[in-house]
């Protein structure tokens, strides 16, 4: 468990890349892991490579974006539960890239069209910057346990784990409006009415939080 906290914590938005390729043997573990997770979700999610348009428009320059020619585009029936779906199984695939050694950036409004084959029923819900940064990143200043949860001195190590893995979850502009809470072995996340992205960033909280916490530990609320 250690190991993906370590991966979690290395973990950092990176919006500028350099002009090197994927190796081919890294596009496809990929794309396992892609397939492996579309299995799993039902979702649609498609990666492109050296591919320059997605982020060489307007948006993408007003988001500074550099020199992005690798994406991953999460797609899925246009469903209520779509977005928190994208957030979970799309932080899955981000934490996989950053294990082997890639660096990514989730944008939400800062891209142009994607190359995504999108069927009637389904959309795209966001798009995730993929590549060899040109930096690691910077970690953010982030909000402490007691901000975000109802973590007590006799809570159990598994939940001072999650909590701590969900603060590592990358939010829309490092908003942090999450809410953890822990009751018996049952844990509720909840996020505010208002905001941007908050279904998505709810799916990547739960992601970190079962990492963290141990699948085996809790129940969802």
């Not at 649609?44 to 993408?60: G, H, L, T, V, W």
């Amino acid at each position: 468990m250690s190991d993906i906290m370590e991966v979690m914590r290395a973990r950092h938005s990176v919006r500028q890349y350099l002009e090197k390729p994927i190796p081919a043997e890294l596009r496809a573990e990929l794309d396992a892991c892609a397939c492996e997770l579309n299995a799993k979700s039902g979702l649609n999610i498609q990666i492109f490579y050296d591919e320059p348009q997605c982020f060489s428009s307007r948006m993408a320059h007003y988001g500074r974006f550099e020199n992005c020619k690798n994406y991953i585009c999460m797609v899925g029936k246009n469903e209520p539960e779509l977005d928190e779906k994208c957030g979970y199984y799309g932080e899955m695939l981000v934490l996989k890239a950053q294990q082997l050694g890639l660096n990514t950036c989730w944008a939400a409004l800062t891209h142009g069209k994607s190359m995504a084959a999108i069927a009637p029923s389904e959309k795209e819900a966001i798009v995730i910057a993929l590549g060899f940064g040109k930096t690691q990143g910077a970690p953010r200043k982030s909000k402490k346990a007691e901000d975000v949860s109802n973590l007590s001195p006799d809570a159990p190590d598994w939940f001072k784990r999650g909590v701590e893995a969900a603060l590592l979850a990358p939010t829309a502009v490092n908003q942090q409006k999450f809410s953890l809470k822990l009751n018996g072995n049952t844990v509720t996340a909840r996020h505010p009415l208002l905001g941007p992205c908050l279904k998505i960033d709810l799916g990547i909280i739960k992601c970190h939080f079962e990492l963290g916490a141990g699948k085996e530990n809790f129940i969802w609320g």
